[in-house]
């Protein structure tokens, strides 16, 4: 069996776009990853349309109607934040499986503002307020204070991840913000779900994001200079434990990712050079130093007080400025941080450029929950 | 829930709390009787082992301790701020969300493991469209 290829990647710069339509923002970074790759949208033999906001209404028909209307088959998928990288799986996997050479995923979202998540509708009465919190910000604020439980972890340290992402933006032209936001401003700012202040949510943003995926015989033909390797494609759901039905476990559900992620890359945690994670929180990225690996359990406190995980450290993390400050359009961040890593395998990636990177690895949730996980190479 | 017009007194807020207008209120679970993993609220299949049809109804404590939490300054409109979000393991098993009250909300006042008992009362004032009022069930710390 063969390798998959990326040939071309991109995004669009994130965003707010209320005059453009879902599919137009979708087609807007499908041209730009198939002019990246020096393809058309005639070379593509199918489509991996992944969008959450709109799941039921074909969005990926609606972009080749505005990209050209080939008559490839289209698979929309949904899969909460994981929504994205599951679409460019999706592809992965037909490639893989012989059945293509050459297909487009494309991931794109348009978002409202303001919290998400919310305190079980259904009959009766809101709950609210009533039965303790449902919004993302409180979810994972408790999430993040089970670390703290049994690590420790202080609010300040929590709070310096988004000192550092924040950072990392500021040399990312893609990114929603550019803004240095020190540690005081992180902590002073207004507490929404303590310790999650404003600046340590997502950026509630409109983005998208696409990829040519190929096969190694289509790679060749077309040259391998920039093409980025697949090393690993996994995709997982949340495995009983004791209290997920209350407290959904982001845990559990990245470390078995995250093993079978290094096993079929026959890779490490130690050889990764950039990792692009999910940081839909402050508290949320401390607990993945430790899922995916980079730092034993326990240790996560000390990688970010240690600028281990800031760039020019040991392994970068979020150099894209990641969900804090680059943004968060549900379906448009699992390709989102494919092009971001293979921007810098590729060595493209400018003033943030992570020098000498060959193996990159993302990872995304979505809570309910999926997780999934890429670990990219370079091949020049 | 609506569909009886001739009820007056007070509704549960969820549908496993029990006895809402008795004198003795409590939460109920369910149990595997093939792998003992406790869960609340409907089901007739084990999401821990898969067993079918083991499962049977439990009378959850009434008392717990504190696992996690956050403090939430923001939320949806018209829902009064800040409070405690709880996560609760109950002592005999399961493990539920809720308000912690009866705490100054400050992270000063609030440590992992503390005992809390579970009580009930009005669902804090709050009525469904046709004007019924609910009971609900709340944390505070152990008496």
Partial sequence: MGDVYIMGVDMIKFGRFPEKTVPQLGAQAAHMALDDAGLTIQDMQALYCGNLGQANAMVGQRILQEIGQTGIGVVNCANACATGATAFREGWMAIKAGVFDCVLAVGVEQMGRGLLGGGGGGPGIPKEGLLGSGTMPAVFAEAGMEHARNHGTTFEQFAKVSVKNHHHSTLNPKAMYQIETPLETVMNAEMISYPNTKLMCSVNVDGAAAAVLVSEKKARELGMHRAVKVRASVLTSDPFSDRDLTMPDVNAVTRIAAKQAYEMAGIGPEDVNLVELHDCFATAEILHYENLGLCKDGEAGRMIDSGEVALGGRVPVNVSGGLLSKGHPLGATGIANIYEVSTHLRGEADKRQVDGARLGMTHVIGLGSACAIHILEKVA | ?143
């Fill in chain 2, 1 to 143: 829930m609506s569909e009886n017009a001739e009820v007056v007194g007070p509704l549960p807020v969820v549908d496993w709390l029990k006895g809402a207008g008795s004198d003795d209120p409590y939460l109920e679970g369910l149990k595997c009787a093939a792998c003992s993993a406790v869960f609340i609220g409907e089901r007739s299949t084990c999401a821990k082992c898969g067993a079918r049809d083991k499962l049977d109804t439990v009378r959850l404590g009434s008392t717990g301790k504190l696992y996690s939490f956050s403090i939430v300054y923001r939320s949806f409109p018209g829902i009064e701020v800040p409070y405690i979000s709880a996560i609760v393991d109950l002592d005999g098993g399961g493990t539920i969300k809720g308000n912690l009250i009866n705490v100054e909300p400050d992270p000063a006042n609030i440590e992992f493991d503390m005992p809390v008992d579970v009580v009930f009362a009005d669902a804090l004032g709050r009525k469904d469209r046709d004007g019924n009022s609910y009971i609900s069930y709340f944390f505070q710390p152990a008496a």
